[in-house]
């Protein structure tokens, strides 16, 4: 019996199993990349069609050639489900590149947009009679005024956190219209020294150059005696005399040995009658009210049962009260509150504690003995997960801020987030909202500007 017949290029045929492995053997198959590879793992790479076992005969359509029946319809080369599942994996598994693409292509365009200043200059010069008040020029002689050392400046409800670590302290929080402003002092031979640590603290920096004397001097200028005025019941703020300045002292060392110090260095601005005080009736408010933070001993402050003019900054954690509005309680009342962590009277106690073992209860607390109410926001409503307050943080903050109200007491939130900035806007605004009566920041533009009430990114 004869052999196979080799027919001509126009009748061969082609095995696609046999040919392919006759290649492998002879090492005529280009090896795969790495690429490939992944494809080839992922399901991913072109489909050879040799799962398919495609014997076609190139000959006369229908004769037989190869192993080709006569008249035998031609299978498709792709199944269509098949390549339907493997067009779906694909886009499955491109997607989350895509996504992130997109993201990354509307992220480069917002920096872009947001840093268009450094590039554009969008303010608006107004050069309106530039020359206005200037000698040989229309207004000479009155583009000043008595009062004008703080014109255009609008009180806000913000304090300045660490003020002393500013460029120019207590005038750079002034300038932005913040109405309290933190100094830390520490007693080294009765003297006062401002800084943050230790470390930080030098001959020339004290509580007095740095705060009581300046104080003194810019609300003489905003008190002027002439013809028309003798008072000194105006305040820094030129475009509202009433509002006071909260000049809040961090007692650092022992508050017992650092409290007689500090009245005494008040002095300056007690005699000139620029201090807020209770008069044993009724607070008398002034230009500067002093509220003791850190190692401020309570019982220090409210020995005199006549005459205070350094309040306490009470624990604003300790205040907590159900509101009106808030059908189940999560807290008990002031009688039932904790208070063991309030008992010592060494300084070591921190903020809101140290010598408070002479009250029974928070309801001590009140507008006779303290102005604010503040707590450590980490440390009493704690992490905020996904940048939004849990309700129950909610409630501690709402509870919080209703019991120092309900005394008279203005509410300070410390150690808030900072970063994200888009989060640390978030809490501000929030807590704004549920009405915390000063905002504690760092950024002293950022609060001023109100920049903190819009959407920021993430990472500016």
Not at 80 to 108: D, E, N
Not at 296 to 319: C, E, H, Q
């Amino acid at each position: 019996m004869e052999g196979p017949v080799m027919h001509s290029a126009e009748g061969s045929y082609r095995d696609s199993i046999e040919d392919d492995d006759y290649l492998k053997s002879n090492g005529s198959e280009t090896p795969p990349s790495r690429f490939g590879k992944l494809l080839s793992t992922l399901h991913l790479g072109s489909r050879n069609g040799r799962d398919e076992y495609d014997y076609e005969g190139i000959g006369r359509k229908g004769t037989t050639d190869g192993l080709l029946r006569s008249g035998r319809p031609r299978e498709p080369r792709r199944n269509k489900k098949a390549y339907a599942m493997w067009l779906l994996r694909k886009a499955v598994i491109a997607s989350p590149f895509v996504i992130l693409m997109m993201f990354g292509v509307i992220h480069i365009l917002t920096v872009i947009i947001g840093r268009a200043r450094l590039f554009w200059n969008f303010e608006v010069n107004d050069d309106f009679l530039p020359n206005w008040g200037k000698p040989g020029h229309m207004g000479e002689g009155l583009a000043k005024y008595p009062t004008d050392a703080t014109r255009d400046v609008q009180p806000i409800p913000c304090h300045s956190h660490n003020d002393y670590w500013r460029r120019i302290p207590l005038f750079d929080a002034i300038h932005w219209g913040f109405t309290s402003v933190e100094a830390d002092v520490w007693l080294f031979d009765d003297e006062l020294y401002v800084g943050h640590n230790l470390a930080a603290l030098a001959k020339n920096r004290t509580f007095r150059s740095l705060y009581v004397d300046p104080l003194v001097e810019l609300i003489d200028h905003m008190n002027p005696q002439t013809d028309f005025s003798n008072t000194t019941r105006h305040g820094i703020f030129d475009v509202d005399p009433s509002q006071s300045l909260v000049l809040l002292v961090d007692f650092k060392t022992d508050g017992h040995e650092l409290f007689p110090v500090v009245a005494r260095q008040l002095e300056a601005l007690r005699k000139k009658d620029y201090l807020t005080y209770w008069d044993g009736d009724k607070v008398q408010p002034r230009a500067i009210t002093v509220v003791g933070t850190g190692n401020t001993p309570f019982d220090l402050v409210i020995r005199n049962t006549t005459y205070r003019d350094i309040f306490f900054d009470a624990p604003l954690d300790k205040l907590w009260e159900a509101p009106p509005d808030q059908a189940s309680p999560q807290r008990a009342s002031d009688e039932d509150l904790d208070l063991d962590r309030a008992s010592t009277t060494d300084g070591s106690s921190g903020q809101g504690h140290t010598g408070t073992s002479v009250i029974l209860s928070p309801a001590a607390f009140n507008t006779s003995n303290s102005y604010y109410a503040s707590v450590s926001f980490g440390h009493t409503v704690g992490f905020v997960w996904h940048g939004e307050p849990s309700s129950k943080q909610l409630d501690i903050i709402r509870g919080q801020v209703h019991g120092a109200h309900s005394r008279g007491l203005k509410t300070r939130y410390w150690d808030t987030p900072s970063w994200p900035v888009s989060k640390r806007n978030h809490i501000w605004h929030v807590l704004m909202q549920e009405g915390a009566d000063v905002l504690n920041a760092d950024d002293l533009k950022a609060a001023a500007v109100d920049q903190w009430k819009a959407k920021a990114h993430d990472w500016w």
